[in-house]
């Protein structure tokens, strides 16, 4: 039980989202400037985001201990319910418990698609 145990706590929940290479994720017009949306890939949830004009997009899981983050369009950041954490909107940490910055996706728009590249 406790081998068991062990093994769900390495992988549950996930500390970052995996494999997947190069995945069609939505429309691009799903986006407008100022938008941040959650999508649940197989891979991850991984957070885009469009704001100064660039696409963006990070693992939508905390670096604290895991949880989910979402983008709050009103104060222009991201932000963690579980323990305040609150990024900006280049995932850098701006304050809360979490040391690290939210994990990069590289993405970008190909024939009105966006495509993410997971590594
Ligand atoms: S899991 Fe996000 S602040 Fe703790």
């Known amino acids: 039980m406790a081998l068991l145990l062990g093994v769900c706590a390495a992988v549950w929940p996930p500390s970052r989202v995996r494999g997947g290479g190069s995945i069609d994720v939505a429309p691009s017009e799903d986006l407008k400037e100022g938008d941040g949306v959650v999508y649940p890939l197989e891979s991850g949830p ?8 660039e696409l963006r ?12 983050v979402k983008w709050r369009k009103d104060s222009l950041d991201i932000y963690c319910a579980c323990h ?20 990069k996706i590289p993405v970008k728009e190909i024939g009105g698609r966006m495509i993410a590249q997971i590594g």
Not at 57 to 68: D, E, G, R, V, Y
Not at 84 to 103: C, H, I, M, Q, Y
Request: net charge positive.
């Open 46 to 53: 991984i957070l885009i985001m469009r704001n100064d004009g």
């Open 84 to 103: 305040g954490a609150v990024f900006n909107a280049r995932g850098e940490k701006l304050k809360g418990p979490t040391a690290a910055p939210l994990e």
């Open 57 to 68: 997009a990070f693992s939508a899981i905390c670096t604290h201990l895991s949880c989910p």
